[in-house]
């Protein structure tokens, strides 16, 4: 299982529920009669439904020894950007999450690449020795397509997403499964989980 899809080691790496709460740093999601208090970036927060709805988020469980916290993202790119941020020498978990919600992600993952310290000085919290650093330990390893892309996903249905968590369980990688769930979905095959599931297995086995 890649890391960038799940931090394999958490307890808690994906929230599936009722959205009971939303505020711009602030969602609290109810599944299995538990109420989870999740942070999250303001780009999640214009994304979410209305309270009351079905929602699905992706989790980055971050546990010290007086604290476990957990940050949600609506799509697995966000997540992927945040782990690369806080581990950065000197981003923590609250600062990353600032700085998503500061800037555009595709924005900050063009200066990083192009070196713009300038630019990423502008978000929020962010001085120049920080923005260096951004730089210096990010540049090569964002992705070269703009993150806008990655982060445009189409919503899953729930037997979607059983058979995206069978496949990672399996150890495929959320991408590539989710590439090939597409396909098989567009070619109008499976329907229930069984045949969906059989139908993408096959497609990524060969």
Do not use: W
């Not at 790119?77 to 981003?91: H, R």
């Not at 993150?147 to 059983?162: C, K, Q, V, Y």
């Amino acid at each position: 299982m890649s890391r960038c899809d799940y931090n394999a080691r958490s307890m808690i790496a994906h929230l599936r529920g009722r959205l009971l709460a939303k505020h711009p740093n602030q969602a609290v999601v109810e599944t299995g009669g538990v109420g989870y208090d999740i942070t999250i970036t303001v780009p999640t927060f214009s994304d979410l439904p209305a309270a009351g709805s079905e929602v699905a988020l992706h989790i980055h469980t971050h546990v010290r020894e007086d604290l476990i916290a957990l940050y949600g993202f609506l799509h697995p790119a966000e997540k992927q950007l945040f782990e690369k941020l806080i581990a950065v020498s000197g981003i923590g978990p609250k600062l990353a999450i600032t700085i998503l919600s500061g800037m555009p992600a595709d924005e900050m993952v063009s200066a990083i690449r192009s070196n713009d310290v300038a630019k990423l000085t502008r978000i929020p919290g962010i001085g120049k020795k920080t923005a260096e650093r951004m730089v210096l330990e990010l540049r090569d390893k964002l992705p070269s397509e703009a993150f806008g892309e990655m982060a445009a996903l189409p919503a899953i249905s729930s037997i979607e997403e059983d058979v995206l968590s069978a496949l990672m369980n399996l150890g495929y990688p959320r991408p590539a499964a989710e590439r090939t769930l597409a396909t098989v979905s567009r070619n109008g095959k499976g329907g229930s989980f069984e045949l969906l599931f059989r139908e993408a297995l096959a497609a990524l086995s060969k």
